[in-house]
């Protein structure tokens, strides 16, 4: 999801590599899901399943809930979704103002004309971005990767902490049931690795949400030592 292919670009590398069924989950919007792509995916002979990742916090965390074969003509969750994508766009100009104010360069215009903008476009935006190099590598001593800048300078009780309206993982899964779905808890393992949050928490998130499913088979790579956790 969120990826640099466009839908029918995905749905081509899924007919290359005989991938039969593939959902595309972007996070906060289904706009990818048209007549057409149905119609393109059809004629490749992939079936796509409705898909989202769904942007929730727990306790100031933050938390994916992913939701699968859900009604596309359902308003309320097409209305719920469109309030967490421009709450999306509303971040975004609030972090680039935070990251401006502590010397980085943002290209905010080009930012905005992604539809669904994340923490992780904005990094990599800032790091590939040579004006910014300097002012890098003097805080981190090196070229930091996208989690690394993420995790350092954009989360929360950090300098460019910006807060963004959301929902909360059982809304989520309620909203997506209501739509006819099914709701899906998306990574823990990287909730525990990356955000520290304990297993008691992630089970009773499980509980609260009353999941339909969680994502297990997810790799975990903590590049300072070297540990691959699933």
């Known amino acids: 999801s ?3 292919f466009t839908p029918k670009e995905v749905i081509d590398t899924a007919a290359k590599n005989k991938v039969a069924v593939l959902a595309i989950a972007d996070h906060d919007t289904i706009d990818a899901y048209t007549d057409e792509l149905f119609a393109y995916a059809k004629e490749k002979g992939v079936e796509l399943i409705p898909a989202v990742e769904i942007s929730t ?23 719920k979704l469109d ?3 421009n709450a999306r766009h509303n971040y975004l100009y609030d972090v680039a103002g935070k990251l401006e104010a502590l010397g980085y360069a943002v290209n905010v215009a080009e930012l905005d004309k992604i539809e669904a903008v994340t923490k992780a476009h904005i990094s990599l935006d800032v790091i590939g971005n040579p004006k910014n190099e ?3 590598l003097e805080t981190f001593g090196h070229m930091p990767s996208k989690g690394e ?13 910006a807060k963004k309206a959301s929902i909360s993982p059982k809304e989520a899964a309620d909203i997506i049931r209501a739509a006819g779905g099914k709701a899906v808890l998306a990574h823990p393992v990287a909730y525990k690795y990356e955000d520290g949050v304990t297993e008691d928490v992630i089970e009773d998130v499980v509980r609260e949400m009353g999941i339909d ?14 540990k691959i956790s699933h």
């Open 2 to 4: 969120d990826g640099f």
């Open 134 to 136: 300097k002012l890098l």
């Open 213 to 226: 499913a969680i994502e297990a088979n997810y790799v975990y790579v903590n590049c300072k030592d070297e």
């Open 57 to 79: 916090k727990y306790n100031k965390r933050g938390m994916h809930v992913l939701g699968y074969n859900f009604d596309l003509n359902n308003q309320e969750f097409r209305a």
């Open 149 to 161: 800048f993420i995790e350092t300078i954009m989360n929360e009780g950090c300098p460019a902490y």
């Open 83 to 85: 309030m967490l994508k």
